[in-house]
């Protein structure tokens, strides 16, 4: 028996779904919050979309939705296929833009990043650069750079290079949904946790918390989870 015309619309919102649950599972796979890449949502959402394909829809309005929603799949699956091959070839630009931060850590000031395009251009700027002063992007120091003239955090956060980890990933994610980054450092970002440690304290007890990096309505945000 034919699917109704309701029962078309409900699998074609559910396709929809799953297809803004993949995307955000690919973008977190390429922002190194996922260690695997989501295959088994793929293959799902590839399920689906065979189901539908083969599903005659004589609605003209849910039609045409189902087929939007289709080319939208089409453009994210070669979006991820072309990032993919990139991470392959050790071309994508936040491989060399991890890897820039490496050597930074390591003491050696790099070139810009917009003049690196792949990782073999970072070492052949490492093999020429000299040992300056850790500077980020607006010259200021680094994190690391900064411990001697910063107070450390409050004892109630995660470690002191935990928190420059939570930092760097905060950024590439806030860089990834094309927010603003100009004005988020460090110590703003210490600060503003340490804003809500009161709250937390209350909501958890005693209990340690830590903090990750999720990607919700196309804002990075952090979100605070108790150990």
């Known amino acids: 028996m034919a699917p109704t015309a309701k029962e078309i619309e409900a699998m074609v919102n559910e396709f929809q779904r799953q297809l803004e649950g993949t995307r955000v599972a690919y ?25 539908l394909d083969q599903t005659y829809i004589s609605n003209t309005g849910i039609r ?5 929603i289709q080319q939208k799949m089409n453009v994210y699956r070669n979006y991820w296929n072309r990032t993919l091959r990139a991470i392959e070839a050790g071309t994508y630009h936040r491989d060399v833009a991890r890897m820039r931060r490496k050597m930074v850590n390591k003491g050696i000031d790099m070139p810009a990043l917009k003049d690196l395009k792949s990782t073999a251009d970072i070492e052949r700027a490492v093999r020429d650069a000299g040992e300056n002063p850790v500077r980020d992007g607006r010259g200021e120091a680094s994190p690391s750079a900064r411990k001697k003239q910063t107070p450390q955090p409050n004892p109630n956060l995660p470690s002191e290079k ?14 990834l949904t094309g927010e603003d980054t100009a004005n988020l450092t460090y110590d703003k970002m210490v600060k503003t946790l340490e804003k809500q440690l009161p709250r937390l ?19 990075a945000i952090l979100k605070a989870k108790a150990k």
């Open 27 to 51: 973008e977190q796979y390429f922002l190194g919050m996922e260690r695997l890449e989501p295959q088994g949502h793929l293959r799902d959402l590839e399920r689906m979309l065979r189901r």
């Open 64 to 68: 045409f939705r189902f087929r939007s």
């Open 162 to 175: 935990s928190m420059e980890s939570l930092y760097k990933r905060f950024v590439r994610a806030r860089k």
């Open 201 to 219: 304290k209350q909501l958890h007890g005693d209990r340690d918390v830590d903090f990750q990096v999720v990607v919700r309505s196309g804002r």
